[in-house]
Nanobody, 125 residues
Framework: QVQLVESGGGLVQAGGSLRLSCTAS????????MAWFRQDPGKERRFVAAIMWGPGNTAYVDSVKGRFTISRDNAKNTVYLQMNSLKPEDTAVYHCAARGPLAGLAYDESEYAYWGQGTQVTVSS
C-alpha cells in the first residue's frame, strides 16, 4: 500500500520558517515528480512547488518564489519544503503529492495519483 506522510507543520509567527517533510512508503518515487499543494477550508488544492527526479528541475507558484525551496532525498524516498519569510496568507493545509514514474512536471492536482493527508501550517501576524 502506497502512503505519503507529511510532517513539520505547526504555528509560526510571520517572518518565521518551517520545514515540511513528506516520506513515501510502499514504492519508490525516485523517478517520479513530486509536489506540494496547499488547501484552504472548503477550497480546492492549489499548486505550490514541484520537483523532478533529477537535480535542478523545480517549479514554484509566483507567490512563494524566493521564499520556499523544494528538495528531495531519493535515498530516503522523501521530499521537503523549506518555507522562509512566512506570511499569514501562507496559512493552509499542505499536502504532498506524487505522479507515476517518468512523468513530467505538472501543476494541476488531477495529474497527481498519490496524496498525503496533509499537515497544517498556521502563520500568525
Amino acid at each position: 500500500q502506497v502512503q505519503l506522510v507529511e510532517s513539520g507543520g505547526g504555528l509560526v509567527q510571520a517572518g518565521g520558517s518551517l520545514r515540511l517533510s513528506c516520506t513515501a512508503s510502499g514504492r519508490t518515487f525516485s523517478s517520479s515528480p513530486m509536489a506540494w499543494f496547499r488547501q484552504d477550508p472548503g477550497k480546492e488544492r492549489r499548486f505550490v512547488a514541484a520537483i523532478m527526479w533529477g537535480p535542478g528541475n523545480t517549479a514554484y507558484v509566483d507567490s512563494v518564489k524566493g521564499r520556499f525551496t523544494i528538495s528531495r532525498d531519493n535515498a530516503k524516498n522523501t521530499v521537503y519544503l523549506q518555507m522562509n519569510s512566512l506570511k499569514p496568507e501562507d496559512t493552509a493545509v499542505y499536502h504532498c503529492a506524487a505522479r507515476g514514474p517518468l512523468a513530467g512536471l505538472a501543476y494541476d492536482e488531477s495529474e497527481y495519483a498519490y496524496w498525503g493527508q496533509g499537515t497544517q501550517v498556521t502563520v500568525s501576524s
